[in-house]
């Protein structure tokens, strides 16, 4: 072989393996990452730990549009070739739909849920039911409030954990048939609303937590059980980041939910059509800790005014490109920045 044949070789083989140093070392210094991905009113977010371990919440309605653009997110942004969980909140369409679609393009290594009703459930569709089985050959874990999905702790970093707050219309606490509404003063100043029969009520809600740092995620509950989180007790604790619950409808939302998890960030999965209601917006901007809000969708419904300041709207359109939010938080969990695809916009805040 001739010698500039011989250090041609030599030169390529270092430069691969400092590329692969170099992917090493990024993974090595990894925070935790959650995105959320435009599904056009539907729900998929995406968390992916310091450790590399990914958790699906969700995966928007069943068209390859949206498999497509979770894939894309995970595989080129986060940097992930499987979804070690997928967590479906409930069994509405655009939240468990793109599950099949999601698991032809990306190895699923756990499904988790809040199980099946018993009998008859009339807005739970036995297409979607049947798909689900058959995409997760029925072995799903059924989750319970105070459960955990156990999390991988990445060497040198704080503690990391998945903690299941309400499943199945139950928080932490109560027992199977618990009603929904649990009497908390007798002039509540956010008194019940008749109870909700969809599948909503059921929603498996969790809270995530990184060293000090705390993200709420709630699916679609809706008021009344959201109050029970709140009231007598707070099951929640004061979190950092909010996941705007029911893409911010206002049968949830309950501002005795807002005060007690007192976030400092607000983010609407909302769609351009669906969600982000005015009066949700108002309950954000009046709860004290707040301090901004963000939205996937601008609500064309809506002035200006209800709607969060256009850098921090990652789709201005119904004709978007689908653009996501993503939130990074430090690797010594201390400080957490929001950033806005396609707007540049950054913010970063301190953990609390």
């Not at 995105?35 to 969700?58: H, R």
């Not at 509404?181 to 909700?196: E, K, M, S, V, Y």
């Not at 209800?306 to 004709?319: C, F, G, K, L, S």
Request: hydrophobic letters at 40%.
């Amino acid at each position: 072989m001739m010698r500039s044949a011989r250090k041609a070789i030599v030169v390529a083989a270092v430069a691969a393996l400092a590329a692969i140093a170099g992917i090493a070392g990024a993974a090595d210094h990894r925070g935790l990452d959650i995105y959320w991905i435009d599904v056009e009113g539907g729900a998929a977010t995406l968390i992916v730990t310091p450790a590399g371990e990914s958790v699906l919440v969700d995966a928007g309605w069943p068209l390859p549009r949206d498999a497509d653009r979770i894939a894309t997110v995970a595989t080129q942004e986060a940097g992930i070739r499987r979804i070690d969980h997928l967590v479906t909140t409930h069994w509405h369409i655009d939240h468990v739909g793109g599950v099949p679609g999601l698991a032809a393009r990306l190895p699923v290594g756990h499904f988790h849920d809040h199980g099946f009703p018993s009998g008859t459930a009339p807005d739970v569709d036995p297409t979607l039911k049947a798909a689900y089985l058959q995409t997760t050959h029925g072995r799903s874990t059924v989750l319970h409030p105070g459960d955990e999905i156990a999390l991988t702790r990445a060497p040198g970093t704080p503690e990391i954990s998945l903690r299941v707050l309400a499943a199945d219309g139950l928080v932490a606490g109560e027992a199977v048939g618990a009603p929904q509404t649990r009497p908390c003063a007798a002039q509540p100043a956010h008194p019940p609303i008749n109870d909700d029969t969809s599948d909503n009520f059921r929603s498996l809600g969790f809270r995530l937590s990184y060293g000090a740092f705390d993200f709420l995620d709630l699916g679609d509950l809706t008021w009344n059980v959201e109050h029970k989180l709140a009231c007598p007790k707070n099951l929640v604790g004061v979190v950092d980041v909010y996941q705007v619950t029911h893409h911010g409808a206002d049968n949830s939302n309950n501002p005795a939910l807002l005060a007690a998890a007192a976030p400092t960030v607000a983010v609407i999965d909302n769609g351009a059509r669906k969600g982000g209601t005015a009066a949700v917006y108002r309950w954000l901007r009046n709860t004290p800790s707040v301090k901004d809000v963000f939205q996937l969708h601008r609500n064309v419904q809506t002035p200006a005014a209800d709607n969060a300041p256009p850098e921090q709207v990652a789709n201005d359109d119904e004709a978007c490109r689908g653009e996501w939010i993503r939130l990074g938080v430090d690797r010594d969990a201390k400080r957490y920045t929001v950033e806005v695809h396609g707007k540049g916009t950054k913010r970063t805040y301190a953990v609390k």
